[in-house]
């Protein structure tokens, strides 16, 4: 498996309250990405970085802001939690010149 | 914007039958992945496939590309119930610093019968 962690697992916060969650890789590769997967949708881009404060939007940034001051680690912070904002979310990495992608196994995120 | 769409997005077979899930895309791409997920789990790569007319095989799944028709398929055959999951494909992208952001299609969710 690749080493990545995120954390927490599991995560219940109330509306308004800001969230961080992590994503730990021990495998120096270079991409990070932050997705969301919601039932109907499959995944969906939130950010991604392409080195050490080096980041961008995807498809569904609003929101969320993100932070890799560290090639290991890619932070996801929501400002402010919404209801909406409840889903699964999942990182991935990527090595440069490598196509596969792997998957961390995922938080659960519930804003109530 | 690139839309991925499958079809169909659930599925129940009969074990020992064939059948493919099919995966169209709007724009051009050179990257085409395929996953698959168990419930409350992680996403585990299948196939990648880079060029066109290109065919992986792993045991009962073949996934093949047509990178001028925008389409690829996920064939099944002799399915069994281990092959029960929700399938998804992902188109890549490049963007900034080369780094490729996929695009999901909604996913097929498969459940092999007895």
């Known amino acids: 498996d690749a080493g990545i962690t995120q954390s927490p697992r599991h995560k219940v916060t109330e509306t308004g309250t800001p969230v961080t969650l992590r994503c730990h890789q021990t495998?120096?590769?270079?991409?990070m990405y932050w997705y969301r997967q919601d039932p109907g949708h499959g995944l969906r881009l939130i950010h991604y970085?392409?080195?050490?404060?080096?980041?961008d939007k995807g498809e569904v940034s609003d929101g969320y802001s993100v932070s890799r001051s560290k090639t290991e680690d890619f932070l996801l912070t929501l400002e402010s939690a919404t209801s909406s904002q409840t889903s699964v979310y999942f990182c991935?990495?990527?090595?440069?010149?490598?196509?596969?992608?792997?998957f961390g196994q995922g938080t659960r995120l519930t804003v109530v | 914007e690139l839309k991925v769409e499958q079809n169909p997005l659930f599925l129940s077979m009969q074990e020992g039958k064939n059948y493919t899930i099919y995966c169209n895309y709007s724009?051009?791409?050179?990257?085409l992945y395929w996953y698959r997920q168990d419930p409350g789990k992680s996403l585990e790569s299948l196939f990648v496939?880079?060029?066109?007319?290109a065919v992986k095989q792993e045991g009962r799944l073949m996934a093949s590309l047509d990178t001028k028709a925008r389409l690829s398929t996920l064939h099944i055959t002799a399915a069994v119930h281990d092959l029960s999951a929700t399938y998804f494909c992902?188109?890549?992208?490049?963007?900034?610093?080369?780094?490729?952001?996929?695009?999901f299609g909604s996913g097929t969710q498969l459940t092999v019968l007895p």
């Open positions: 991935a990495i990527r090595e440069q010149g490598n196509t596969e992608a792997f």
């Open positions: 970085s392409y080195g050490v404060k080096d980041t």
């Open positions: 724009t051009t791409s050179d990257r």
């Open positions: 496939l880079l060029s066109n007319g």
């Open positions: 992902a188109v890549a992208l490049i963007s900034s610093g080369s780094a490729r952001q996929l695009t």
């Open positions: 495998e120096n590769h270079r991409y």
